[in-house]
């Protein structure tokens, strides 16, 4: 019998390690049961300390946020829905427990001494408890911290940042519920237009088909980009700037400068000589009145040389080496 008290005393060595191992199962085994129910798991002070405890030989994943209006926590307020849908997804995708993971959740209003023992000032708090016993214990017992300093995080980038940190285990994925609001919305909405417009073609139709309307469209496209508009968009110009006296500036000096204002100047400009030539080349040979025609004729014309003249004025401010000028804007 002399094996005897060795045989105790290798026992009791044994038993807190048991005991311990015991504990962390019956504590997963709980939180797990309870989150088959109603997930994520509402702690409060108490049950956070238990959870969160050592020995741990699964992995917490704690949420602390504020969710009362006193707290004005907006970004509370936009995670959360995004945190009940992975929490919900997660644990319905392993009923079984085989990724040994529980979501819990606790507010400030059931949390306030574990929110001051972890000197806590802002939320939502985001915090990832590895196993510290087992096969999957990590180096450190430390939580792993979620940033949101990017604002709102969507349930995706939450599974992916988990998932990492559960490597051979089980990654059950997300699964959104059915959106019936939106695809019924695009449904009256493709409805009625398809009504709308198998209504409105054969009004719509003539204007599609008229040579003035494409004309009248060319012509515009052509004066915003010969004007410089697409220049405007890639160099984000100023749209005026000042003259060093006081003043304002509509032009910038050098061809390869300008305004915004500049541009709506030019195009103004191009869009009076585009104006005048259609007229003296189509509509005034249609005039039957010889009077009424000499008349248009020179004032058409007339138009046509004193805005070009100051086309040609606004060439030699941009740059006083261009060549050509002509009267009155010399």
Not at 178 to 205: E, H
Request: include cysteine.
């Amino acid at each position: 019998m002399r094996w005897l008290p060795a045989f105790l005393s290798a026992a009791l060595l044994a038993a807190p390690s048991l005991a311990a191992k015991k504990s962390a199962e019956e504590r997963f085994t709980a939180f797990h049961t309870k989150s088959l129910s109603s997930t994520p798991v509402k702690l409060r002070d108490n049950t956070y300390r238990e959870l969160t405890g050592a020995p741990r030989d699964y992995t917490a994943a704690v949420l602390l946020t504020a969710m009362d209006a006193r707290f004005g926590c907006q970004l509370c307020r936009e995670f959360q829905p995004e945190w009940d849908l992975l929490s919900r997804s997660w644990t319905n995708g392993d009923k079984a427990g085989e990724s040994r993971l529980v979501f819990g959740t606790l507010d400030f209003s059931d949390g306030r001494d574990v929110f001051m023992s972890l000197g806590l000032q802002t939320a939502p708090i985001l915090l990832l408890f590895p196993p510290t016993v087992g096969p999957h214990a990590a180096a450190s017992p430390e939580p792993i911290r979620y940033d949101f300093t990017n604002g709102p995080q969507t349930a995706e980038q939450i599974h992916s940042w988990v998932a990492r940190h559960l490597a051979d285990r089980p990654h059950p994925p997300i699964k959104r519920p059915f959106n019936w609001m939106r695809w019924i919305s695009t449904f009256v909405v493709l409805s009625g237009g398809l009504t709308a417009s198998f209504v409105a073609w054969p009004y719509v139709l003539p204007v599609i088909q008229s040579r003035s309307v494409w004309a009248a469209i060319t012509l515009i496209s052509i004066l915003l980009f010969t004007s410089g508009h697409m220049f405007n968009h890639i160099r984000n110009v100023p749209y005026v700037a000042g003259d060093g006296r006081g003043g304002v500036s509509y032009f910038a000096s050098g061809f390869q400068n300008q305004y915004g204002l500049e541009t709506q100047i030019v195009a103004a400009i191009y869009g009076v000589l585009a104006l005048s030539g259609i007229s003296l080349a189509i509509k005034v040979p249609r005039m039957t009145d010889p009077r009424a025609q000499g008349i248009a004729i020179f004032a058409w014309g007339g138009i046509l040389f004193l805005v070009y003249s100051f086309l040609l004025s606004v060439f030699r401010g941009k740059n006083a080496g261009y060549p050509f000028s002509l009267p009155p804007f010399m």
